[in-house]
């Protein structure tokens, strides 16, 4: 019997290292790297607000905190430019911004991007987006996508930031 008990130890071990094996991976995927094209999507807000106040922080300038108000701004216009199925115009929602009680607002307005990443890096990358982000004034932020399914950009982004009221 001592024998037989020999012989099965090691079969149930290489059984458990097998099933252990066949596990479903966990995504370990950053929600920057997350894709925002599916109608289910949601963007991480506070991940995409660290990532911009740690860029802001790297070029001298303070931190930003999330609004509610500006995010349920940030995501309407969102959801606005999918159903007009083309981006905004940034000064015509900054100029609705202000019209609301938002103090030194400024916005980008995108589409096309699938990830938080993307976009970041899209609008670091130009002069008149980034300067959106290192406002010095800003202190607020707001961020939201919308999707489209079978438009020409399919993802359309709101990047909302403003003063403390």
Same mark, same amino acid.
């Given at each position: 019997?001592?024998?037989?008990? @020999?012989? *099965? ?6 059984? +458990? ?7 479903? +991976?966990?995504?370990?995927?950053? $929600? ?5 094209? $599916? #109608? ?5 807000? !506070?991940? =995409?607000? %660290?990532? *911009? $106040? ?6 001298? @300038? ?21 159903? /007009? ?6 000064? #015509? ?15 980008? *307005? $995108? !589409?096309?991007?699938?990830?938080? /990443?993307? +976009? ?14 290192? %406002?010095?004034? #800003? ?20 990047? =909302?930031?403003?003063? %403390?009221?």
């Amino acid at each position: 019997m001592k024998h037989h008990a @020999l012989l *099965v130890l090691p079969a149930l071990a290489l059984a +458990a290292c097998q099933s252990e094996s066949r596990r479903p +991976a966990v995504s370990q995927t950053p $929600s920057f790297y997350l894709s925002m094209a $599916s #109608a289910d999507a949601v963007v991480d807000s !506070a991940a =995409a607000r %660290d990532m *911009v $106040s740690v860029y802001r922080r790297n070029k001298g @300038l303070g931190p930003l905190a999330i609004d509610p108000d500006l995010q349920a701004a940030a995501e309407a216009e969102a959801k606005a430019m999918a159903a /007009a199925d083309r981006p905004s115009s940034a000064d #015509a929602f900054k100029a609705r911004l202000a019209s609301a009680g938002f103090k030194a607002p400024a916005a980008n *307005v $995108s !589409a096309g991007y699938h990830t938080v /990443a993307e +976009a970041f890096s899209g609008w670091r990358e130009s002069p008149q987006h980034n300067q959106v982000l290192l %406002d010095s004034r #800003a202190t607020r932020i707001g961020i939201a996508t919308a999707y489209r399914p079978n438009s020409k950009y399919k993802v359309y982004w709101v990047l =909302a930031v403003a003063a %403390d009221r």
